[in-house]
């Protein structure tokens, strides 16, 4: 509960400073954390519809907003509406930078975590794909350890990455001494 409080503190004191741009580091912090913990969701959408004037980024982190709440919406009407809210905004952002790792691993997961029948997962082998071609291309990954575990637990339950594909994605990726990927 302290750690649930801490975080909201700081999305309350972060937000008020972002002024144009929100920093990519604490956009990866609250998203994750309301992945992880449902009772965070709604302060991420609140946080996520402050920005106005979004980049690429912060576009799909909006797009990842209208994802959960089709998550916790339980009227399949309204859920089908925020995931076309979402497919339009996490296609503009891919639009606006194409090859950027992030908003192709942002929408991987959650389509991955979409089911298919609503037709949303289309896009996974090529997200896939672009992810690893270029993470084979940098020397080191610099990212929180949370974020890092995570990445590999998402590339690798989803079993559209071989073996030697998660490998080579844990090699760029400093991960912590006590992995459960070991």
Request: a negative charge.
């Amino acid at each position: 509960m302290k750690a649930i409080i801490t975080l909201f503190l700081v999305i309350i004191t972060a937000s008020s400073s972002w002024g144009e741009t929100v920093p990519v580091s604490t956009l990866r912090k609250i998203f994750h954390s309301a992945v992880m913990d449902a009772s965070l969701i709604s302060p991420f959408i609140v946080e996520m519809d402050k920005i106005k004037d979004p980049t690429p980024i912060e576009l799909a982190y909006k797009a990842a907003a209208e994802a959960l709440k089709a998550q916790e919406e339980w009227n399949p009407i309204e859920k089908l509406l925020y995931l076309k809210r979402y497919r339009r905004m996490i296609t503009k952002a891919v639009e606006l930078d194409i090859d950027e790792i992030e908003i192709r691993f942002l929408r991987f997961g959650i389509e991955y975590n979409i089911p298919s029948i609503f037709g949303f997962s289309k896009d996974m082998y090529d997200d896939k794909t672009l992810i690893i071609d270029n993470v084979s291309r940098i020397e080191k990954i610099e990212i929180d350890q949370y974020f890092a575990v995570y990445i590999l637990t998402l590339l690798s339950d989803s079993g559209l990455c071989s073996s030697d594909e998660i490998r080579m994605v844990k090699s760029k990726i400093e991960m912590p001494v006590s992995s459960s990927l070991d």
